[in-house]
């Protein structure tokens, strides 16, 4: 039997019952499918063919240009929420693409756990040891999900053992697979002592599961053929001898992780996973702040945005922000406090996103996820609170890999430009700069990928066709330090020096070389490869 994870405050029920978490894998180990399957058994059935549409555009290479074309799909998909047993789930996207690292990054600053999936016949994968890296950068509790047991998979105990090698992670079995490929039977559910039979032919049928007294129940024998009855035992019991005991502590620290068996297409092992969640996975959690920390069971309500998404109508310049409730239980018509500009804002239309399509949120908890429709209000790190003058922290934005110029293809338009650039900053799409001599932009992007996805938004949403050409510089970082020093500096570096978005100081270059003189010879200045979002 697992240790549940006692060690947490007492939290009010409603909130205790919440669990707010992402899904990171490589593209094609089943992500898709195994949402569908929660929306499923969330009892949100109607959304499964829209996610099947998001899947399906995934492959093509452009999925995000297709899935803009179609924002109802993307946006619903940003964040959904669903009930499963006693458990309330808010299952946030991460971008498909490894290119969207900053975006991915900052989504999973608005989540208390992830799930990693992972293809039995694969392993881990490039994409998932990315994705997992950013996960350990904040310590989130990972579970593990190896799909495609019914398809040839490689030996339970090598995935294991790559697991743990290659991301450094104890690993736990919380199912151990019986047979695999066209003998895949089921699992052995090693936290319940319960036999799980997946039905092959009716793929959203409930499994067989059969409660066991251990391993020696003879019942097993009559329901598992002998060779494999054998390999199981033996394995069952070498796992207990090798393998580490699951240990709620080691995974809320992010050390451990429980690792399930299954086959998402066949729907088996995915209510066996949501239980995982609900009973050992993280409600929301403590969030750092300035001044001060902020607890999921403080009465007042306080919340960040993590991601803005604009353009939902094309007929509307509306945005949407995504709000992570960090506490407290909001009510629709709450007048927050808007931190960064000390101006009340009345959430009258708060949007949740309640699997099928979005609905007015009449209320909503701490670990919660909303949209807030707005003129621009609202930007990515923005705190909203009841008044105290917090700032949630570990948002970064990262300093650009890539930088490019860009202009409108009719110079008569540079205005709209202007605008569409601004606005695609604000939503963190990209970064925007504009240099102290010269007219024009530079823009900012992590990957390659992201010119033409910006390229393609901007015709599309703002019918206006640009170009992106190579810039002179090629690494960008903001830089800071006493006032008068740094006027000094931006005076006799003009030439380097540009604003971001936000009106903050940045030095562009081309040569690290420009970087370590700087750094050399005005030890008063610091330059920075991220800035906290404020
Ligand atoms: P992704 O979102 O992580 O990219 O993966 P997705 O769910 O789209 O799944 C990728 C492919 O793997 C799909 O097949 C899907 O049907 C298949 N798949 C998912 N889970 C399982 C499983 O448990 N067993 C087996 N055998 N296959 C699984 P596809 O042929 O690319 O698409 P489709 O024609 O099925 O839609």
């Given at each position: 039997?697992?240790?549940?994870?006692?060690?947490?405050?007492?939290?009010?029920?409603?909130?205790?019952?919440?669990?707010?978490?992402?899904?990171?894998?490589?593209?094609?180990?089943?992500?898709?499918?195994?949402?569908?399957?929660?929306?499923?058994?969330?009892?949100?059935?109607?959304?499964?063919?829209?996610?099947?549409?998001?899947?399906?555009?995934?492959?093509?290479?452009?999925?995000?240009?297709?899935?803009?074309?179609?924002?109802?799909?993307?946006?619903?998909?940003?964040?959904?929420?669903?009930?499963?047993?006693?458990?309330?789930?808010?299952?946030?996207?991460?971008?498909?693409?490894?290119?969207?690292?900053?975006?991915?990054?900052?989504?999973?600053?608005?989540?208390?756990?992830?799930?990693?999936?992972?293809?039995g016949a694969?392993?881990?994968?490039?994409?998932?040891?990315?994705?997992?890296?950013?996960?350990?950068?904040?310590?989130?509790?990972?579970?593990?999900?190896c799909n495609k047991m019914d398809r040839e998979s490689r030996d339970t105990f090598e995935i294991i053992?790559?697991?743990?090698?290659?991301?450094?992670?104890?690993?736990?079995p919380a199912s151990w697979p019986i047979g695999m490929g066209r003998e895949f039977l089921g699992c052995y559910d090693m936290?319940n002592d319960r036999l799980e039979l997946m039905d092959r032919a009716?793929?959203?049928?409930?499994a067989a599961s059969i409660e066991m007294k251990g391993l020696d129940d003879p019942l097993l024998d009559e329901k598992i053929p002998p060779h494999l009855l054998e390999k199981l035992r033996e394995d069952v019991e070498m796992a207990r001898e090798?393998l580490?005991?699951?240990?709620?502590?080691?995974?809320?620290?992010?050390?451990?992780?429980?690792i399930w068996f299954g086959s998402?297409?066949n729907?088996f092992g995915?209510?066996e996973?949501?239980?995982?969640?609900?009973?050992?996975?993280?409600?929301?959690?403590?969030?750092?702040?300035?001044?001060?920390?902020?607890?999921?069971?403080?009465?007042?309500?306080?919340?960040?945005?993590?991601?803005?998404?604009?353009?939902?109508?094309?007929?509307?310049?509306?945005?949407?922000?995504?709000?992570?409730?960090?506490?407290?239980?909001?009510?629709?018509?709450?007048?927050?406090?808007?931190?960064?500009?000390?101006?009340?804002?009345?959430?009258?239309?708060?949007?949740?996103?309640?699997?099928?399509?979005?609905?007015?949120?009449?209320?909503?908890?701490?670990?919660?996820?909303?949209?807030?429709?707005?003129?621009?209000?609202?930007?990515?790190?923005?705190?909203?609170?009841?008044?105290?003058?917090?700032?949630?922290?570990?948002?970064?934005?990262?300093?650009?890999?890539?930088?490019?110029?860009?202009?409108?293809?009719?110079?008569?338009?540079?205005?709209?430009?202007?605008?569409?650039?601004?606005?695609?900053?604000?939503?963190?799409?990209?970064?925007?700069?504009?240099?102290?001599?010269?007219?024009?932009?530079?823009?900012?992007?992590?990957?390659?990928?992201?010119?033409?996805?910006?390229?393609?938004?901007?015709?599309?949403?703002?019918?206006?066709?640009?170009?992106?050409?190579?810039?002179?510089?090629?690494?960008?970082?903001?830089?800071?330090?006493?006032?008068?020093?740094?006027?000094?500096?931006?005076?006799?570096?003009?030439?380097?020096?540009?604003?971001?978005?936000?009106?903050?100081?940045?030095?562009?270059?081309?040569?690290?070389?420009?970087?370590?003189?700087?750094?050399?010879?005005?030890?008063?200045?610091?330059?920075?490869?991220?800035?906290?979002?404020?």
């Amino acid at each position: 039997m697992l240790d549940r994870a006692d060690n947490q405050p007492a939290l009010p029920p409603e909130i205790g019952r919440r669990r707010t978490f992402a899904i990171i894998s490589h593209p094609d180990a089943g992500k898709t499918t195994l949402t569908e399957k929660f929306l499923l058994y969330g009892g949100a059935i109607q959304m499964a063919g829209q996610v099947r549409a998001k899947g399906e555009a995934r492959r093509t290479r452009s999925d995000f240009m297709k899935m803009e074309q179609d924002r109802g799909i993307s946006v619903s998909a940003s964040a959904m929420s669903f009930e499963f047993d006693r458990w309330w789930f808010n299952l946030v996207d991460t971008p498909g693409h490894s290119d969207f690292s900053e975006d991915t990054y900052r989504t999973l600053t608005a989540v208390d756990a992830a799930i990693m999936v992972i293809d039995g016949a694969k392993g881990v994968e490039s994409q998932t040891r990315k994705l997992f890296e950013v996960c350990r950068m904040r310590d989130l509790p990972i579970l593990t999900f190896c799909n495609k047991m019914d398809r040839e998979s490689r030996d339970t105990f090598e995935i294991i053992d790559e697991i743990q090698e290659l991301l450094a992670l104890d690993v736990a079995p919380a199912s151990w697979p019986i047979g695999m490929g066209r003998e895949f039977l089921g699992c052995y559910d090693m936290i319940n002592d319960r036999l799980e039979l997946m039905d092959r032919a009716d793929r959203n049928v409930k499994a067989a599961s059969i409660e066991m007294k251990g391993l020696d129940d003879p019942l097993l024998d009559e329901k598992i053929p002998p060779h494999l009855l054998e390999k199981l035992r033996e394995d069952v019991e070498m796992a207990r001898e090798l393998l580490p005991r699951f240990d709620a502590q080691a995974f809320h620290d992010g050390s451990m992780t429980p690792i399930w068996f299954g086959s998402a297409i066949n729907s088996f092992g995915v209510r066996e996973l949501m239980a995982g969640i609900g009973n050992y996975g993280p409600p929301p959690q403590v969030r750092p702040a300035e001044p001060r920390q902020v607890s999921a069971d403080e009465s007042k309500v306080s919340g960040f945005v993590f991601k803005v998404q604009a353009n939902m109508d094309p007929k509307h310049r509306d945005r949407v922000a995504f709000l992570r409730l960090c506490s407290g239980h909001f009510t629709r018509g709450m007048k927050l406090h808007h931190v960064r500009t000390k101006k009340p804002m009345a959430v009258s239309n708060p949007v949740m996103f309640l699997a099928s399509e979005r609905e007015i949120a009449e209320d909503a908890w701490a670990g919660d996820i909303i949209g807030i429709p707005n003129h621009g209000q609202l930007r990515i790190g923005d705190a909203l609170t009841e008044g105290e003058d917090l700032r949630f922290t570990g948002i970064p934005s990262f300093a650009p890999e890539l930088l490019q110029s860009v202009r409108a293809a009719d110079p008569m338009k540079a205005k709209h430009l202007d605008k569409a650039l601004t606005q695609f900053a604000e939503e963190g799409a990209a970064k925007l700069f504009k240099p102290m001599i010269g007219s024009g932009w530079i823009v900012g992007v992590v990957g390659a990928l992201q010119f033409e996805v910006l390229a393609s938004r901007i015709e599309l949403e703002y019918g206006l066709p640009v170009r992106f050409e190579p810039s002179q510089f090629t690494s960008a970082r903001w830089i800071a330090g006493p006032k008068d020093k740094l006027e000094a500096f931006m005076k006799v570096n003009k030439g380097h020096m540009a604003e971001d978005h936000d009106g903050d100081p940045v030095y562009l270059t081309r040569l690290q070389w420009d970087i370590d003189r700087v750094e050399r010879d005005f030890p008063e200045l610091r330059l920075t490869a991220t800035k906290e979002m404020h």
